[in-house]
Structure formats: C-alpha cells, structure tokens
C-alpha cells in the first residue's frame, strides 16, 4: 500500500498565498488518482474542499483550488483568512481503495 | 444530506462492536458508502467501502480480517463490525459518502462515533 505524504505544517499571512503539496510513494500523483482535499478544524468532522484533483464543492470558497505541481497533487490558498487555519488532509485513490496523507497544520499568522 | 453514526462506547479488548450510520436526505442505495477513523490526536484513515448495492466492498490492508462493513438500503443503514477490538482501535469512526451520479465520493461526512478500547 502507498504512503502518502504531506507537510507536516505550513504559516501563511493573512491575505497571503499558500501552497500544500501531496505525494505517493508510489511515483507521481496524476489525475487518475482523484486526488482529494479535506479541511478538519480541532473538534469537527472534516469537511470536503476539492475532490477530482481541481473541483470544488458548492460550498468550497473560492480562494481554494486545486491542481498538479511537480508531480504532486498541490492546494492552494490565494488571500487567506483566519478562519482557514485548520488541518488539511489528501487523498488519493490506488484501484478502488483510498490513502490519507498524514495531513498538514496550516497557520495563518 | 445527514449521516449520523451510533453505537460507539467503551470495549473492553478482544470484544466486538457494531457502529451504525443513519442516512437520511439522499437517495441511500445509489450511494457508494465509506467508514474512515481517525485515533485520539492522528490523522484521517481509510477503513472500507461498500458499494450502493452491497456487492462490493474494499478494505484498506490495515483493516482486512477484523473489520466488516455492510449496509441495509431498506434501513438506510450502514454498519461496520469490528471483532478482537484492540487499545489502538481507538478512535472516532466517521461515515462518509462514496460516489453517485449525483455526488463526487468523500462529499458527505457524519460527526463520527467515539469506540475507545480499554481494559
């Protein structure tokens, strides 16, 4: 089974840009692994944010995106908002079954 | 869309527990369906998933053997049955939405039962 890996923890100013990244042991991260995103602050279930590597949800807000960078599946944070600091977790689907990454602390500070 | 999980507790170790996910609000049985826990403090695991009809399932190689996910569309239901429960089962175990044509899976998350296994 592939590990997949994130930055433990990220800082990003208020207003600033942010990039996380999410990685397969595997090789590179592609389209055909549906990368996901999910957001989960201390205390509450997460919460989708991106799924299909670059759709959000209805309820996504639009300074979240998705995409590929390096052969990594990467969100990121364009003007961030105190109330996006969080814990941010990856997915990435191999044939049918699911990984998590370990996720990443992001503070906005 | 509501999901909401029951039957999580204190186990004693080598004990079995069966946690339950209400599902309410969507169309049940045309939904893929998935159980995901996280440990007191750890990140997000993938457990298992069910097809809408039931007839497939997959596990993470983590969870083979002891962990059975099935549901009951007539119910609405879900369930996940978890034998020889171990101290590091411990967790909250969430129930999650998989993929329709209406939804992209991983969409629809319940606030998740607490098992905690001790002696």
């Known amino acids: 089974q592939a590990v997949v890996t994130q930055e433990p923890s990220l800082t990003v100013s208020p207003g600033g840009t942010v990039t996380l990244t999410c990685g397969s042991s595997?090789?590179?991260?592609?389209?055909?692994?549906?990368p996901y995103w999910f957001q989960q602050k201390p205390g509450q279930a997460p919460r989708a944010l991106i799924y299909?590597?670059?759709n959000k949800h209805s309820w996504t807000p639009v300074r979240f995106s998705g995409s590929l960078l390096g052969g990594k599946a990467a969100l990121t944070l364009s003007g961030a908002q105190p109330e996006d600091e969080a814990e941010y977790y990856c997915?990435?689907?191999?044939?049918?079954?699911?990984?998590f990454g370990g996720g990443t602390k992001l503070t906005v500070l | 869309v509501q999901l909401v999980e029951s039957g999580g507790g204190l186990v004693k170790p080598g004990g079995s527990l069966t946690l339950s996910c209400a599902a309410s609000?969507?169309?049940?049985?045309?939904?893929?369906m998935n159980w995901v826990r996280q440990a007191p403090g750890k990140g997000l695991e993938w457990v298992s998933s069910?097809?809408?009809?039931?007839?497939?399932?997959g596990n993470a190689d983590s969870f083979k053997g002891r962990f059975t996910i099935s549901r009951d569309n007539a119910k609405n239901s879900l369930y996940l049955r978890i034998d020889s429960l171990r101290v590091e089962d411990t967790a909250v175990y969430y129930c999650v939405s998989g993929g329709s044509g209406y939804s992209p899976p991983f969409a629809y998350w319940g606030q998740g039962t607490l098992v905690s296994v001790s002696s």
């Open positions: 997915l990435l689907s191999y044939s049918g079954a699911h990984v």
């Open positions: 069910i097809s809408g009809g039931g007839s497939y399932i």
């Open positions: 609000g969507f169309s049940f049985s045309s939904y893929d």
């Open positions: 595997s090789g590179d991260v592609t389209s055909g692994h549906f």
């Open positions: 299909n590597l670059n």
